[in-house]
């Protein structure tokens, strides 16, 4: 059973993770939501994440997701402990975990599900978790701004067809102007010159800002990248390295983001509606689909096989 005590940093029910994936490639992505490929609503419309698919592959354990996991989560208890002072509210204070004990509590809950192999990878996010969260505390310590919010669910509808687009946003801050700023926490093991420039193109940072224009109005100030460079597990003398840079917004592509989204989930839907199993998608294969996000693709041998 999950900890009720820790918040939840992972995907939001239906956003770019979603979308990107099928754009990549609709057959990789049938593998990986067999039964649940379009939007899962409740009684009462809301947009939900669908439940557990036993069809579904068991995705890959990567260290950088889960040190990345890990650092999230003691960011968040950070900021939603501060917005909760913030606004008076003992109750939630008290009953969230400090920073540091988020970081024990993600460890046990998560370790104890994990495969046996991957136990090292989640003691290692935990070692390096501990020193970035308790850097990350005193870095920001004094910070002026109100926290709007933490790990809020958004959602949009974009286009003719409202294709419904959700995103987990990280943290929320109104500065002394009543600027409201979206940030996005990245860790990394190197910062690089392009990390601005990359993702400032992608789907991710492009919904930020509509949707924080969407939300805040004239009150919407911009989206910021808090680039975290982590040590390295083994590594006690290195410290941890902070950046925020602000993100510019690239009008050309903002001006067409919603007619992109809308017209990948047009695809998405015909296909569904089509009576097409998803794992009988059409393939997109390709250098960079079959090895997306730095790894071979899961079904690259059984697709390449299939003659369809």
Known sequence: MLDPRLLFTGPSPFGGHRYDLFDLCPRRYGHEHPHFPMPLRDESGALVSPPHDPEAPEPKSAWELIRGTTIHTGIAHHYARKRAKQVGDTATYDRLYAPVASLDALHAQERGRAHP?????????????????KEYCKRYAFESAKVEVVEEVFVLELGENKAPYTFRLDLGLRDSSKKVW?????????????????????MQFQAYAVGGRAVYGDDYGGVVANMIECPDPEDTETRPVFERPNMPNVSGFLAGFAGRVSEIYDRMKRLHESGLPPQKWPKKPSYRSCRAYGRLCQHYEKCSAELD
């Open 117 to 133: 192999e991957d136990w090292g990878l989640w003691d290692d996010a935990l070692k390096v978790g501990k020193r970035v969260v």
């Open 182 to 202: 979206m940030v996005d926490h990245k860790t990394t093991t190197r910062l690089r010159r392009d990390h601005g420039w990359q993702y400032n193109i992608s």
